[in-house]
T-cell receptor, first 113, second 113 residues
Framework: GENVEQHPSTLSVQEGDSAVIKCTYSDSASNYFPWYKQELGKGPQLIIDIRSNVGEKKDQRIAVTLNKTAKHFSLHITETQPEDSAVYFCAASRTDSWGKLQFGAGTQVVVTP | SQTIHQWPATLVQPVGSPLSLECTVEGTSNPNLYWYRQAAGRGLQLLFYSVGIGQISSEVPQNLSASRPQDRQFILSSKKLLLSDSGFYLC????????????FGSGTRLTVV
């Protein structure tokens, strides 16, 4: 089955700096890669996703890149703000998996003013 | 628009007592439904998923069971809780048969004492 590894487990950044979280996946048939943000005591929320036919996607301060050959994808947050502090999860799935997502272990992002 | 409801928000139960957590989805039909558990505030472990009424797949052997008595209702149960069942339980839904991201509920914090 699919295995998703996520690094780093913790990331501290100064407000205004950029944050990058990286994930690798093992199943070359995976073709959908969402990212979730989880604030304390809440359920994860989808913030951006990318499919395997696209190499990069951007939404305001958030961008995701995908390298299918190397089987890794990354989340980039620019101009970080204190409200970006949360746990971020990457995930992967394939078309024939009944929509089941395999999640990474999560990254705790702390943005300090 | 689609919404997902999960209750209760918090629950403290003694060891050996039964458990019933309920999740309902509004505004969509035939969703994929999922139960996840999050221990130690980090990783997301898939417990059960369902692609239709009465159709339940278990991902990990647990002291838990799931049922889907109606199209948009998903229930997580236990006959006798263990201390190790403590955690943050999340329900999620996605479009049936498609490779899309989940929408998570707000979660239930279960503490077994």
């Amino acid at each position: 089955g699919e295995n998703v590894e996520q690094h780093p487990s913790t990331l501290s950044v100064q407000e205004g700096d950029s944050a990058v979280i990286k994930c690798t996946y093992s199943d070359s048939a995976s073709n959908y890669f969402p990212w979730y943000k989880q604030e304390l005591g809440k359920g994860p929320q989808l913030i951006i996703d990318i499919r395997s036919n696209v190499g990069e996607k951007k939404d305001q301060r958030i961008a995701v890149t995908l390298n299918k050959t190397a089987k890794h994808f990354s989340l980039h947050i620019t101009e970080t703000q204190p409200e970006d502090s949360a746990v971020y999860f990457c995930a992967a799935s394939r078309t024939d998996s009944w929509g089941k997502l395999q999640f990474g272990a999560g990254t705790q992002v702390v943005v300090t003013p | 628009s689609q919404t997902i409801h999960q209750w209760p928000a918090t629950l403290v139960q003694p060891v050996g007592s039964p458990l019933s957590l309920e999740c309902t989805v509004e505004g969509t039909s035939n969703p994929n439904l999922y139960w996840y558990r999050q221990a130690a505030g980090r990783g997301l472990q898939l417990l059960f998923y369902s692609v239709g009424i009465g159709q339940i797949s278990s991902e990990v052997p647990q002291n838990l069971s799931a049922s889907r008595p109606q199209d948009r209702q998903f229930i997580l149960s236990s006959k006798k809780l263990l201390l190790s069942d403590s955690g943050f339980y999340l329900c999620a839904w996605s479009v049936l048969g498609a490779n899309y991201g989940y929408t998570f509920g707000s979660g239930t914090r279960l503490t077994v004492v």
